[in-house]
């Protein structure tokens, strides 16, 4: 039975289909290349998938059960054969641990085929979560802690008491050496050492003491550590046999009646963890196979947040587990003809396939390093058109160049199709010698500024060593959603990747690496401060995590959702304003700035 809803479910708005014409504008491409021509397809979320989704959230905001987890939930847009519209919706994993719920599109087809064999592995990967919880717990290793800094203390007071005696020998010797004769001089001094010797006697009975206690407890922790890590082995075996088991048996099907396995349509590799499972996939594979057209699409979080993802915010294709999925899930399907020709990515958007050629500024003289910025456009045969919100130009010559980063644009090239498009990829097709081009280092997704790369391998290891060698001086500005009390300081936090939570950074004071940021309050702003940051040290989301921490100024970047930000922003703000470094052929120190836009 089809599980097709009426647009009336969702939205009041919308009555009937020849009520209201549907709103095409897009705010967002599912996109991919058909893997037999390699025409690029695409499917909108426009703006009315988004305000039929707000009708989802309504209804999920009604039920408590939805809110016990977060996850993503999709909605689909579709024609029917009749010629009237409807909607499919669908949850990404399991709801409330059931992967078939009525009214929701049901998983892709396989899980059923390793029910058994997943119920099973479910089982024993449960039994293996609760006994590493058990023997990550033990007792015995607070026993042990406690134990151990108690010795410590002993050991510690003990030796302060023996390097006081020790000095108080010393002290009696100089006296003795000038006050007695030689054989009672003898006898003195040796009932000094025979005091050190004593001494000596008690620390090793005291770290005896401490080795014959803790050792059991020791041999029984190094046990639980050894199991735990057999059992975190025979997990993630097991996990890996049970996914593969999985993904051979997931078949999804496109809108040209092909079926392929996930094994056969993810790249050569290990497959990530729910593959299959998102919506995305779950709504083209169900629509393909039950004859609907889909028409535009939406997916939102829902939940307690996680990572960036916000409850009630509308996300992409997931880059690892969907994105390859989606040239194969929308093939066949029909494209709207002003996105159905042919395209190709040129680095910096998506243009019709034709001839590109550069359109050059006057290059700027090598001291010249507060000129206008220039910008690059590419020509399409029917006149100019600007790159992408384009590529402002600070500083260039025949070694290097330098780029005002827009914020949303990534620094280098991401690992998957969807991320591609970046200061480095559109440099590299524009510019005559841009596959020599290198990123000297990289600014994150969201944050703007100088990005500095080098066109030749000597100039790229000369700034590199700078860089090295912490000789190059950068300035950021940033506003903070909150108000900072202190006017300038020195922030040091150990930072470390979140194994839990990637790609976000914690202070964890035994693995993480030193970082160093100088700041100083520019101005207060009402309920805002705006702080210029000196970092010392070049460590991922460094000013990020100085700026979030309780450790360092305790209040997140306005627009950081990743590190806690909740006030309403259009963008992180945070700015790379100045570069300052040796030029490497010159030798003439450069300073390079680029305007704060917020």
Not at 71 to 79: A, D, N, S
Not at 100 to 123: D, K, M, N
Not at 194 to 201: F, G, N, V
Not at 488 to 499: F, H, K
Request: glycine residues 8%.
């Amino acid at each position: 039975m089809l599980t097709v809803h009426r647009l009336l479910d969702f939205a009041d708005c919308f009555t009937d289909r020849n009520s209201k014409p549907i709103d095409l504008s897009c705010n967002y491409w599912y996109e991919g290349n058909c893997p037999q021509s390699g025409e690029l397809l695409r499917l909108p979320r426009t703006r009315m998938s988004e305000e039929l989704a707000r009708g989802l959230m309504q209804y999920l905001a009604a039920d408590d059960c939805f809110d016990r987890e977060g996850k993503m939930y999709g909605l689909l847009l579709v024609e029917m054969p009749s010629g009237e519209q409807g909607i499919l919706k669908a949850f990404s994993g399991l709801l409330n641990g059931c992967s078939v719920v009525e009214g929701w599109v049901p998983p892709i087809p396989g899980r059923s085929r390793v029910q058994g064999e997943e119920a099973r592995a479910l089982t024993q990967l449960e039994a293996m979560k609760q006994e590493l919880i058990a023997l990550n717990q033990l007792p015995q290793r607070q026993e042990y802690q406690a134990l151990w800094s108690e010795f410590e203390l002993q050991l510690q007071f003990l030796n302060e008491q023996h390097r006081n005696g020790k000095q108080q020998r010393e002290q009696k010797r100089q006296l003795l050496s000038q006050t007695l004769a030689s054989e009672a001089l003898s006898i003195a001094l040796e009932q000094l050492n025979q005091a050190s010797r004593l001494e000596k006697i008690e620390r090793r009975q005291l770290k005896r003491r401490r080795d014959e206690t803790l050792q059991p407890l020791k041999l029984l922790i190094e046990a639980a550590d050894e199991r735990m890590r057999a059992l975190k082995k025979q997990r993630k075996e097991l996990s890996r046999e049970l996914q593969a088991q999985m993904h051979a048996a997931y078949t999804l099907v496109n809108f040209l009646g092909k079926s392929r396995s996930l094994l056969q349509l993810m790249p050569a590799g290990a497959i990530p963890t729910g593959t299959g499972d998102c919506c995305a996939p779950k709504l083209l594979h169900y629509a393909a196979a039950n004859n609907l057209k889909p028409l535009a699409m939406a997916e939102f979080w829902w939940g307690p947040p996680s990572g960036d993802k916000i409850q009630g915010e509308f996300y992409g294709a997931c880059g690892d587990r969907c994105q390859p999925l989606m040239g194969f899930l929308l093939s066949g399907l029909a494209q709207n003809p002003i996105v159905s020709h042919k395209i190709m990515a040129c680095g910096t958007g998506i243009l019709p396939a034709t001839k590109i050629h550069i359109v050059e500024a006057e290059p700027l003289d090598l001291g010249a390093v507060e000129a206008s910025p220039k910008n690059y456009n590419i020509s399409c045969g029917t006149g100019i058109l600007p790159v992408a919100e384009m590529l402002p130009i600070i500083y260039e010559d025949k070694w290097l160049i330098t780029v005002n980063k827009p914020s949303g644009l990534l620094s280098v090239p991401g690992r998957y199709l969807d991320n591609q498009d970046s200061v480095l990829s559109r440099l590299r097709n524009l510019l005559p010698d841009g596959l020599e081009l290198t990123a000297l280092h990289r600014l994150d997704l969201e944050t703007s500024g100088i990005l500095l790369l080098a066109r030749d391998k000597e100039t790229h290891s000369k700034l590199s060593g700078q860089f090295a060698d912490k000789q190059v001086r950068k300035v950021y500005e940033a506003v903070l959603s909150g108000t900072v009390k202190i006017d300038a300081g020195t922030i040091e936090l150990p930072l470390w990747g979140d194994p839990e939570n990637r790609p976000c950074q914690q202070v964890n004071w035994e693995c993480g690496k030193p970082s160093v940021t100088g700041f100083e309050v520019m101005a207060r702003e009402g309920n805002h401060t705006r702080v210029e940051f000196l970092p010392l040290t070049g460590r991922t989301h460094q000013l990020r995590v100085h700026a979030a921490d309780v450790g360092g100024l305790g209040i997140p970047i306005l627009g950081d959702r990743l590190y806690g930000c909740r006030a309403a922003a259009s963008r992180l703000h945070l700015h790379a304003r100045e570069l300052c470094f040796e030029h490497p052929q010159s030798g003439e120190w450069l300073h390079l700035q680029a305007a704060t836009p917020f």
